[in-house]
């Protein structure tokens, strides 16, 4: 419009034989070809922090940013925000971004377990004990959604989603969850659809792009370290635990049944119930179930992976059961399933879902109550008494493993058996991290071996490659056995499989050449864990972290070394030949001796690689003929 008012000016202009600036003519001219405002400097965009970014030319295609403000209609009996709501307002960002990179409709498989950074409900109390103000999400507050596609594998694929929220008044922002989700495409007769391969463009997406893998690896296995932990824990004579003054309540008591008629308002795109509904209801009656036991408005702590079984339709029945499986300190189990039926109650009920839901109660001071102990009904309560202790075991391990910052894990931490899955996830995702960093700075070239360097916080990492004339499989095979590295490099004495603990992963009692400070050998028990390429363009992993196993400790003859972060990638680059790198994270205590020694290590880097190329050349035929 107001180059249309400028043009309007340079007609009366010319009208009254006034002389026309050079500047104006030229404005005019810009802005009939589109310019809305006169010409002005520049000035840089003032950074929000912790606002959404506004579009890049790098940014990921499938990124979805979305922003709700929290009316009266989204918040419960407390005037804060419902977490079914968001639960909603989750699951429709990661769709609309899978659904961008599918090209077609998406339907969500499952949600992997939430852990809430924030408790929604959660309220600050000053030093003074007293509540000051809700800092929970409240009504005329923002929830800010990032949600993009971290990988796509044959006909599904992982949607990562960043959840926050933003005081409009303050202009304070807080995180309130990080979750991942697997959607599946499907073709218009609801058959899979075979996705294209996203390609990453930032470190930070190439790190979940590979980490995504070893996630996808966790979800399918979570049921068997399920299995087998209950397996163990069954031979084992558990006592239950008791509570001073507190009676058990019957798990009978905190059942919940309620049915659901869904309509066209609950179906998404596609004629199904939309998933986020579907996990709204279920916390509801999950919450009902556990507001049974404590007599109390609970508080929703983290969500235990909702899994999809099967669509459901408009107009069909979801019947939504809850009950409290078992109930701890500080914390209860709730589990929750839905089923759907159609008009004729002939028909059997479908399976579509089920949850395990975990609920603290708070007290004025924002503390955790003690809970009532629960009494589990015969048969299947029994089971799930005992399944929920397990889970909880295993959800504390997981949180523990997963969700520590590298810098925080401890460079050796105990195996079990409730433990096993995720320290091998944490094993392989920790290198295949260092591997995706684009920092890494050449260091030395000697012949066919280069060495790189990488320096950030309190780390100092290496990594050495070369060309090999061998097959990426040969090369796998015969690095990821410990028990033959001292064939070629001279600081290992011996390396005994201590335990096979499947065929992926393996720990070993590694003795070293080198002496220590002490003038004795050192020793290490070393978590091994090997991957084969989960797709076209990955490379083979072999992954070496310390753990500590009750059946060997620290002796007096050795000193207990520990590594961190150690292993191979291995790449083909053609038929016959294969780039092998190895990377180590030196820990603080390593860094010393690299800062004084760094033209020696290099030295020695470099030897220890070559004989580490012979190895392979000498050994790649005696491979074949065994296999």
């Not at 798990?251 to 008629?261: D, K, Y």
Request: charged share 25%.
């Amino acid at each position: 419009m107001l180059s249309f008012f400028w043009l309007r000016c340079l007609l009366k202009m010319v009208k009254e034989n006034i002389v026309v600036p050079e500047e104006i003519l030229n404005f005019c001219c810009n802005g009939l070809q589109g310019s809305t405002s006169p010409p002005r400097a520049q000035e840089p965009a003032e950074e929000v922090p912790g606002a959404m970014e506004s579009p890049s030319p790098t940014r990921n295609p499938t990124e979805v940013q979305m922003s709700q403000l929290v009316l009266p209609c989204h918040t419960n009996h407390c005037g804060e925000l419902s977490t079914g709501q968001l639960l909603k307002w989750i699951d429709t960002a990661a769709c609309l971004s899978a659904e961008r990179h599918a090209g077609c409709p998406c339907v969500t498989a499952s949600m992997d377990d939430i852990y809430f950074e924030r408790t929604i409900s959660q309220q600050y109390i000053n030093p003074s004990g007293q509540r000051d103000g809700k800092s929970g999400v409240c009504v005329g507050q923002v929830v800010n959604i990032k949600a993009k596609v971290n990988r796509a594998f044959n006909s599904s694929m992982e949607v990562g989603i960043q959840v926050s929220y933003e005081d409009l008044c303050s202009g304070k922002h807080s995180s309130i969850c990080k979750a991942y989700a697997t959607f599946v495409a499907q073709g218009p007769s609801g058959c899979k659809v075979k996705l294209k391969p996203l390609t990453p463009q930032t470190e930070e997406e190439k790190i979940e792009h590979s980490i995504a893998a070893e996630r996808r690896r966790m979800r399918l296995v979570h049921k068997d370290t399920l299995k087998d932990l209950l397996t163990s824990s069954s031979q084992e004579t558990a006592e239950r635990e008791t509570r001073d003054g507190s009676v058990a309540v019957p798990a009978e008591n905190t059942r919940v049944e309620s049915v659901e008629l869904v309509l066209p308002p609950h179906a998404n795109h596609q004629g199904n119930t939309f998933g986020g509904q579907i996990m709204a209801w279920m916390e509801n009656v999950a919450t009902i179930a556990a507001s049974r036991l404590c007599h109390a408005h609970p508080t929703l702590q983290a969500i235990e992976m909702f899994h999809f079984r099967g669509p459901s339709q408009v107009g069909d029945r979801l019947v939504l059961k809850a009950i409290v499986n078992n109930s701890f300190k500080n914390s209860m189990e709730v589990g929750v399933c839905a089923e759907a039926h159609g008009q004729e109650m002939s028909v059997s009920r479908r399976h579509i879902n089920s949850a395990f839901m975990t609920f603290v109660v708070l007290d004025e001071k924002g503390r955790p109550r003690t809970l009532p102990m629960v009494t589990p009904e015969p048969g299947d309560g029994e089971r799930r008494y005992r399944e929920a202790s397990a889970r909880k075991k295993i959800r504390l391990d997981r949180k523990y493993v997963v969700s520590c910052k590298q810098t925080e894990v401890p460079l050796s931490v105990p195996w079990d058996q409730s433990n096993k899955v995720y320290l091998s996830y944490n094993n392989v995702s920790a290198l295949k991290t260092l591997i995706a960093k684009a920092n890494w700075a050449l260091a030395r070239e000697k012949e066919k071996v280069q060495i790189y360097t990488l320096e950030e916080d309190k780390f100092l990492s290496f990594r050495i490659e070369m060309l090999v004339c061998i097959t990426a499989s040969q090369a796998f095979a015969l690095l990821s056995d410990l028990r033959r590295r001292h064939e070629w490099d001279k600081h290992y004495a011996s390396a005994e499989l201590i335990q096979q603990v499947d065929d992926d992963d393996m720990i070993y009692h590694v003795v070293s050449q080198t002496l220590s400070h002490e003038n004795k050998p050192q020793d290490f028990v070393i978590l091994a864990s090997r991957r084969k390429p989960c797709s076209k363009g990955d490379p083979y992993v072999v992954a070496f972290r310390s753990v500590t196993l009750p059946t060997h400790p620290a002796s007096d003859s050795f000193t207990r070394g520990e590594t961190l972060c150690s292993g191979f990638c291995i790449w083909p680059e053609s038929e016959e030949m294969s780039k092998v790198a190895y990377y180590n994270q030196a820990t603080p205590g390593y860094l010393n001796y690299v800062t004084t020694n760094v033209v020696g290590l290099s030295s020695n880097f470099c030897a220890t690689f070559e004989a580490c190329e012979k190895f392979l050349l000498k050994n790649k035929e005696d491979l074949i003929v065994r296999l």
